[in-house]
């Protein structure tokens, strides 16, 4: 876990801000929390240094675990497609200068997309991300669709997970979306999910409440909105989840003025196993999702690859939305996961992980799959 100014210090993380234009946000992990932290930004080979005290938390302490404190700082301010360079200090300790570059003007962009990594070997996991990486060294931000973790307290799977998806971490933005097994308790009761929310400063502009459980953010001519599909293990401390983000979601949507609106959502919108009927997801959003014109909304939670025909009001229609199942990025399959009669394509990956790459311009979304070894799964195109 360590960024090379001290054997205590790691972890180092971008993470995904409302306007990545002209805002970034930077994490790190550290043992030793009691000192304070700070990050330094400039422009490339600027001297024009600004300069940000970082915010710090114990992280929650599980089943006798060590005490960890999380540095966030957040900048503000930057100046849209410049290349900057930043090192963050922790008491007299400093780390050599590293670099990120906030979004450009230009309106096409790639993005990765993976679905759940849990795992109980997080080494799948990290080399998906790796290969991704590899070979998409020009996304913008990627995305990991709900269930980074197959236990949302085990301070050792958050360890594993950080670790070995280091290389994506620690060079573009993560938008990470809540799972089920985010809400989960080391003796596998529901559990709010405290270490989820410790880890990742998010957007705070969800519902009043559910700051951060649902948020939002643009990225070129795209709209992106997170969606908390949690209400099973959430019921007893947020009864109305599912309505409380409908409203908000349809103000949210209302007031964009992107071109392209996508969804990211951990659990998908019909009753499982597939019998037809949506469940209460699908019931509370798809109205929103089909008044609003989402163009696109990928789910995780099922462990396989599946893309749908275009729909709108249950039905076939080209005006309508796609909704694509994003597979897993980690080790644990499921061979009873359902196809869909809706579904356009399918493929589960039993043999090994796969990830999705999503392209936007002013005039199509892309979106991809691709197998763990980069063979093709899967391709569509939206265009207006």
């Given at each position: ?372 070894t980069g063979e093709l799964i899967d391709q ?5």
């Amino acid at each position: 876990m360590h960024i090379g100014f001290g054997t205590d210090v790691g972890q180092i993380m971008h993470v995904v801000t409302a306007d990545m234009k002209h805002e970034h946000t930077i994490s790190w992990k550290t043992e030793k929390f009691g000192e304070s932290g700070n990050l330094e930004v400039r422009p490339k080979q600027s001297q024009n240094i600004i300069k940000v005290n970082a915010e710090v938390v114990e992280l929650p302490v599980y089943n006798g675990g060590k005490h960890f404190g999380l540095y966030t700082a957040h900048v503000t301010n930057l100046t849209a497609g410049t290349d900057y360079e930043y090192r963050i200090s922790v008491g007299k300790r400093q780390s050599a200068w590293m670099q990120f570059k906030t979004e450009p003007e230009l309106t096409s962009f790639k993005a990765l997309i993976f679905g759940d990594s849990q795992s109980l070997d997080y080494k799948y996991w990290g080399k998906t991300a790796r290969v991704a990486w590899q070979k998409n060294g020009d996304a913008a931000f990627f995305v990991n669709m709900g269930d980074l973790v197959d236990n949302g307290q085990d301070e050792w799977q958050w360890n594993a997970w950080f670790d070995e998806g280091a290389k994506l971490l620690e060079a573009i933005p993560v938008v990470p979306v809540m799972g089920n097994h985010e809400a989960y308790s080391l003796d596998w009761k529901m559990a709010k999910p405290d270490y989820y929310l410790s880890f990742f400063s998010l957007p705070a502009n969800g519902p009043a409440g559910l700051e951060r459980y649902a948020y939002s953010y643009d990225y070129g001519d795209v709209h992106f909105v997170v969606l908390d599909t949690q209400l099973n293990e959430l019921h007893d401390w947020y009864p109305d989840l599912l309505k409380e983000q409908q409203r908000w979601l349809a103000k949210d949507l209302s007031q964009t003025r992107k071109r392209w609106k996508v969804v990211l959502m951990h659990r998908g919108i019909w009753i499982h196993p597939f019998d037809g009927p949506l469940d209460d997801i699908g019931q509370t959003f798809v109205p929103v999702f089909d008044q609003y014109h989402v163009d696109l909304v990928f789910t995780g939670h099922v462990h396989s690859y599946a893309r749908t025909k275009a729909l709108k009001n249950g039905k076939p229609d080209p005006a309508g939305t796609i909704y694509i199942t994003t597979g897993r990025s980690g080790e644990k399959v499921w061979d009873k996961s359902p196809q869909k009669p809706m579904d356009e394509f399918y493929y589960n990956p039993l043999d090994m992980p796969n990830y999705l790459v999503f392209e936007a311009s002013y005039d199509a979304l892309k979106v991809a799959a691709f197998k763990q070894t980069g063979e093709l799964i899967d391709q569509t195109e939206i265009k207006k």
